[in-house]
């Protein structure tokens, strides 16, 4: 079993986030764009690009592509 079919085991690292704000971060860190998470997650598009603002905030950071540095210094440091 590989870390994309199974997020789950990664959920644990982000206490602070709900299980869909964390699969949102874990699937925008792999890659996929709003329109494939939304698909994934059964939402629209925009739903999925207001998660990724919330999660901007959340981390307190000002560009989206720094939310996969995120993901991997929680795996990598834990």
Same mark, same amino acid.
């Given at each position: 079993?590989?870390?994309?079919?199974s997020?789950?085991?990664?959920?644990?690292?982000?206490p602070?986030?709900?299980? =869909?704000?964390?699969l949102?971060?874990?699937?925008? $860190?792999?890659?996929?764009n709003?329109?494939?998470?939304?698909?994934l /997650?059964h939402c629209?598009?925009?739903?999925?690009?207001?998660?990724?603002?919330?999660? =901007?905030q959340?981390?307190?950071?000002?560009?989206? $592509?720094?939310?996969?540095?995120?993901?991997l210094?929680?795996i990598? /440091?834990t």
């Amino acid at each position: 079993m590989n870390a994309l079919s199974s997020p789950q085991r990664w959920k644990k690292l982000f206490p602070e986030l709900t299980e =869909k704000q964390f699969l949102c971060l874990f699937y925008y $860190s792999i890659g996929f764009n709003s329109k494939r998470i939304g698909t994934l /997650m059964h939402c629209e598009a925009q739903t999925i690009r207001n998660q990724i603002q919330i999660l =901007k905030q959340i981390f307190y950071i000002d560009k989206a $592509s720094d939310l996969r540095a995120v993901l991997l210094l929680r795996i990598f /440091m834990t």
